[in-house]
């Protein structure tokens, strides 16, 4: 059974960068089938797309976050990992991260979720 | 962006009874050449991650019992759950994963 696992401060500062990591168990994240994403969701509002990496570093960003997000994939450890840079108070969310399949070329839904961590900024 | 609307906001449905909730894209996500929407429904309960309903608008997840079904086509669906189980009581998003970027709708919190 396919697993994923956020880990990472549960708490940054304004201004600073917020790292997360996302350790995949139970399957290989080498496959070409699938990409890994990270998803958010601030208190009280819609699950956010934030961007997905593929195992050969294929990266697609949501526009609106691009400019502050860095996606890398290390594939020796089956991991994953998000940066987001300069975060302020409205980047306070819980953070998913995802697998979804890649189908005709096209990311798709997302099939398995991790738990979810959520990360407060606050000084 | 794609905006997802999802209506009602909340609903409350008797044990045993039908539950129908709408969902509508601003624009159609619908691919012509393979004839799939790009729609899918989830459920979401507190403490729990999003789990995964229903695919290309109407394909049921393995394991998601059959009392779950999708439908629609262009910018309107709807998921429907034929007789609502204590279990149920969650909130469900739809999303979009036709455009970048992928979209969700604001969710419709499902009472018993």
């Known amino acids: 059974q396919l697993q994923l696992q956020e880990s990472g401060p549960g708490m940054v500062k304004p201004s600073e960068t917020l790292s997360l990591t996302c350790i995949v168990s139970g399957g290989s994240i080498r496959i070409n089938d699938y990409y890994w994403g990270w998803i958010r969701q601030p208190p009280g509002k819609r699950l956010e797309w934030i961007g997905s990496i593929s195992y050969s570093g294929n990266t697609y960003y949501n526009p609106s976050l691009k400019s502050r997000v860095t996606m890398s994939v290390d594939t020796s450890r089956n991991q994953f990992s998000l940066k987001l840079n300069f975060v302020i108070a409205a980047d306070t969310a819980v953070y998913y991260c995802a697998r979804h399949p890649v189908v005709a070329a096209t990311l798709s839904f997302f099939d398995y979720w991790g738990q979810g961590t959520l990360v407060t900024v606050s000084s | 962006d794609i905006v997802m609307t999802q209506s009602p906001d909340s609903l409350a449905v008797s044990l045993g009874e039908r539950a129908t909730i709408n969902c509508k894209s601003s624009?159609?996500?619908?691919?012509?050449?393979?004839?799939?929407?790009?729609l899918a429904w989830y459920q979401h309960k507190p403490g729990h991650p999003p789990k995964l309903l229903i695919y290309?608008?109407?394909t049921r997840e393995s394991g998601v019992p059959d009392r779950f079904s999708g439908s629609g086509s262009g910018t309107d669906f709807t998921l429907t759950i034929s007789s609502l189980q204590a279990e149920d009581v969650a909130v469900y998003y739809c999303q979009q994963y036709y455009y970048t970027p992928h979209t969700f709708g604001q969710g419709t919190q499902l009472q018993i």
């Open positions: 290309w608008a109407s």
């Open positions: 624009q159609s996500v619908l691919y012509s050449s393979n004839n799939k929407d790009y």
